[in-house]
Every structure is written in C-alpha cells, then in structure tokens.
C-alpha cells in the first residue's frame, strides 16, 4: 500500500490506550502517524508539520475536541485538513455539534477497525480531489490571466499601426497619377487591411465579452447616425465592388443599448452583406417600428444561403464559412458576436433568404422608455 506512505495523520486523544489502538490500525496500512494527548499539544503540533487529516477526540480535559477544532479551523495554516470526531458519545446533538464546528465526520468509539479505515480512506481521497481542483483551478485562473494579457497587448500594439496601413493605403487610391494596375493594387492593400482590422476588433471583442469583462451599458442613442457612421468605414470596401449602399432610417430614431455592441452588429452585417453580394448590387438598412423595439434589417442582393446554411449560422459549435464574391476569407466569428450583442441588448436576430436573390438579416433594439 504505498499510496498510503505520503499521507500523514495525527491522532489527538488523551487516553494512550485509544491512541495506540488506532496508530497500529493505520500504521499497519502504511500511513504516517503523529499523536497529541491534549488540545493544546495538538494544535501546535498541526502547525509545525502538514498533516492530512486529523483523528479528535471530543472529550479532553482542559481544552475539548470541539474547541480544538474551531481552533484549527480558523487557522489559515490549518483550516483545510480534514478533522474526524472520535467519540463516545452518539447522540445526534454532539455529532451535529461537531459537524457545526467544522469536522467532516465522526467514528464512535469503540472502533470498529474497518469502518475508521473505510472514513480515512475516503476522506484522504477527498481532500486529494479537492487540493488537485485547486491546483488546476488555479493554473486556469494563470492562463486566463495570461490570454488576456495577449489580447491586451494585441489590442494596444496592432491598432496603431493598422490605423496607420488604412490611412495610407486611403491616400494611395487616391495619388494621381497612378496606372490601373498600381490602383488595383492599392485598392487591395485597403481591402485587405480593412478586413484584417475588422476581424481584429472581432477577435477582441469576442475574447472580451467571453470573459466577462464586456459590460452591456444601454443608453438612447440615434441608430440612423451609428448605421451612417458604419456605413461611411465600409464606403471603400463597397465602392470597390460597385456596390450601393443606401439607408432609409429616419433621422432620430432612437434606440436604446449598448452603442458600441450595436455598431458591432450594425459593422458584421454590413460587411457580410458586402462580402457576399457581386458587383452591381446593392444593399439596404432600413428600421421598422415593432411598437416597443426597432427591427433594423440589412438586406442585400447578393448570393442567399440555402436553407440547410442557414440553420449553421449563429452557432458557435457549427463552424460555417464561405468566401466572398471577391474571394474575402472569414472566420465563421461575425454572426455569433451579433447574436451575442443583440440578445444582451435585449433583442433577436434572424434572417431570411433566398438562393440568388439576396438575403435580408434582421436584429430587434429596444426603444427608449419615454
Ligand atoms: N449577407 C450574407 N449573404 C450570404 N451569406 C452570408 C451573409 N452573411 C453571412 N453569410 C454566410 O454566413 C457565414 C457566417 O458569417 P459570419 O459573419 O459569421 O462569418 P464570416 O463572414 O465567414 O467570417 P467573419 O468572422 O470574418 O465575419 C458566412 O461565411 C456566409 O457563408
Ligand atoms: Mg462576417
């Protein structure tokens, strides 16, 4: 039995005879014994040393098993190692009592040699499972910590200079002169790090609220200029693949969320929508009054997802993602970050849509209370 050998238990009893009795039992199966013989002795010897468990005795001259417990109890150094009663007396009052103050179990004297064998054993595996739930507990709490120190870094260190990459590539289009073929170029350095930043800010924004750390803060705010405001960042991605985008929201319409979780949305929709329509499209914000809520709806022209797709999207335990009509890569990310924000924001999404015609996303926002 070697398991046994790394396990260490004291024996507190004041009558030698007791002490004897269980030391053999658990000796003999290999565990390390220690005694004390008063209360006193006890607890100094349980700080000097680590001990796995503790067999008490409740009855003690001077200071008793239920005092030495509430002792060891509140002692940092102490308070985790399990204590089990051995006493003589079975009525339930004393064995509540020692459950109150702390112990895990009891073992009426006299022994009975496999039943204090059978509760140490199972005690000793508990406290084993326990101290390794800690430990990993612990070592995730470590890597959680160190994930969002990445992000962090990440966050901070790559916005600079792809703020930097999209303001030249934006003049660079429009340098003359420039030939056709250094234009196309230019354009698609724009694409690409426009796309590139967009799913960085995914990527952030989705570790973030997947830690918790994302709060939903609603205000009332005008949607028609937050979806202006996007349309305007995504102008360049659209322009180049001739499409239109046009808004029929009214100005003032007021919402009531989280603005930056709605320009999120607002931003997914937008760009999937441009993603996958071709060139000549078009594509239509418009909001529909549903008497308490807003229903914004993206509606495009593009290529529609048939309806097996559409039961992939907005999960994240499917992985759905398709190239764009211009070749543009995803990572399936986009649709579950909107289904996130919309039903913090106290809403729905949804979508309908037709193979070769065009598909229609749709999110609810709740209205300002008046
Ligand atoms: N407007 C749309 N028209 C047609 N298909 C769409 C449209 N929007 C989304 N999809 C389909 O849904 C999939 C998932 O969209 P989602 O935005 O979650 O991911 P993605 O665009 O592929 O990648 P990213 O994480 O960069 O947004 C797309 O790959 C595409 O197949
Ligand atoms: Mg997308």
Redesign the pocket.
Known sequence: MSEAKKFSILIVDDTPKNIQVVASILKELGYQVAFARDGQTALSTAKSAKFDLILLDIMMPEMDGYEVCQHLKTDSRTADIPIIFLTAKTESDNIVKGFEVGGVDYVTKPFNSAELVARVKTHLELRQAREALKKSEQQLRELNAAKDKFFSIIAHDLKNPFAALLGCADLLVQSEPLTEDQKDLAETINMASQ?AY??LQ?LLKWSRSQLGHLSCEPESFDICAAVNKTMLLLKNNADNKNIRLISEIEENTLVFADPDMTITIVR??I???V???SSGGSITVSAKDQGNAWEIS?S?T????TPE?IKK?FRIDVK???H?TAKE????????L?KEFAEKSGGKIG?Q?EVGK??R?YFTLPKPAI
């Open positions: 796309q967009d799913l995914n997914n929709l760009s999937n929508a993603k996958y329509t993206v495009d593009g290529v529609g997802i797709d999207l759905h993602s398709t764009g890569e995803g990572t399936g990310l986009g649709l579950n909107c979508v849509s065009g598909s996303f």
